[in-house]
């Protein structure tokens, strides 16, 4: 059963799709951009605030999934420019100081909003799934 998850926490989908959508015991985050939820702009600064605002932005989606980031088994980093892997490396880790995610990061020829990153990931509902089997 797929549902949608849609959060005002998070900046609101910029074209048809969905913020995430629940497929079983896994959810399907689209790829977020650096973009501030109440105004819906990039934000401006570093590489490391910049993937702050996004990681934010997932752990809101997350959130409104009844999921953290501790649920999170896969990320795709998209970077305008792979020079930028070390600051967006150390911003990320701060968000996954413990067993992180699988991860893969590229650079790619041109984001939407021409941002400098784009982040998606996969999240497994092992404790909810858990959970439910112990009722």
């Known amino acids: 059963m797929e549902k949608c998850i849609s959060t005002t926490e998070a900046p609101a989908a910029i074209g048809p799709y969905s913020q995430a959508v ?3 015991d896994f ?3 689209s ?3 650096p973009l501030d ?3 819906g702009l990039l934000v401006d600064g570093t590489m490391q605030s910049k993937t702050e605002r996004i990681l934010s932005n997932l752990k809101a989606i997350l959130r409104a999934a009844g999921m953290g980031l501790e ?3 896969k990320a795709t980093v998209y970077l305008k420019d792979i ?5 967006m490396n150390e911003a ?3 968000f996954f100081p413990k067993d992180p995610p699988a991860r893969v990061a590229l650079q790619v020829a ?3 909003k021409d941002a400098d990153i784009e982040i998606e990931a996969v999240a497994f509902a092992a404790g909810l799934v858990d959970n439910a089997r112990k009722l």
Do not use: S
Request: hydrophobic share 55%.
């Open 22 to 24: 629940r497929a079983g």
């Open 27 to 29: 959810l399907f985050i």
């Open 31 to 33: 790829g977020q951009l």
């Open 37 to 39: 939820p109440a105004t």
């Open 71 to 73: 649920d999170v088994v």
């Open 83 to 87: 020079k930028d892997f070390a600051a």
């Open 92 to 94: 990320y880790a701060a």
């Open 110 to 112: 041109r984001l939407p």
